[in-house]
């Protein structure tokens, strides 16, 4: 049996974090959160959005219509 220790799923991500994962930039995300298309939860000045909501996001994204 293997020893190594495996560290737990992220429960959350910073906004850097979540821009590096989904490959958007800073001023995007800004926009999904300020239109509430993007769900986050504050803890003091952080602003964290959690790992439930990244693929709920995504899903959402792919039911709405393309723009152009």
């Known amino acids: 049996m293997d020893n190594k220790e495996t560290s737990p799923a ?3 991500y910073s906004i850097a974090e979540f821009c590096g994962l989904v490959s958007l930039g800073r001023s995007r995300v800004f926009e999904e959160i300020r239109e509430k ?3 986050i939860v504050k803890v003091g000045r952080r602003t964290l959005i959690p790992a439930t909501e990244v693929s ?3 899903e959402r994204l792919a039911g709405e219509p ?3």
């Open 37 to 39: 298309r993007l769900r």
């Open 56 to 58: 709920a996001w995504l």
């Open 10 to 12: 992220k429960a959350a």
């Open 66 to 68: 393309v723009r152009a």
